[in-house]
């Protein structure tokens, strides 16, 4: 599971994700820097809230920290586009 994310990730160090609601079709798409990490507060957080949740049937090898740089609005109507 991520690996192509993974890979991108390690490559550029860029990312962008996307959201929204199909009841509303508000949606706005983050794009930032990343990293990829297998170790340190965050990766032992994750794997903490994992191991309770699903008690050993997910096991988390890494998490990608996202500095956000800009948010897009995707939303159809006149604010499309637009970066707040």
């Known amino acids: 599971m991520?690996?192509?994310t993974v890979?991108?990730?390690r490559a550029n160090g860029k990312i962008?994700?996307?959201a929204y609601d199909p009841k509303t079709s508000e949606g706005y798409q983050v794009k930032g820097s990343a990293v990829y990490l297998t170790e340190g507060p965050l990766v032992d957080a994750l794997r903490k809230k994992a191991e309770a949740v699903?008690?050993?049937a997910m096991v988390v090898k890494?998490?990608?920290h996202i500095?956000?740089?800009a948010?897009?609005?995707t939303t159809p109507g006149k604010d499309n586009k637009k970066v707040l």
Do not use: D, K
């Open 62 to 64: 890494g998490a990608v």
């Open 71 to 73: 948010v897009i609005v």
């Open 67 to 69: 500095t956000p740089e």
């Open 2 to 4: 991520m690996e192509t």
């Open 7 to 9: 890979a991108n990730v």
């Open 54 to 56: 699903f008690h050993g």
């Open 16 to 18: 962008a994700l996307s």
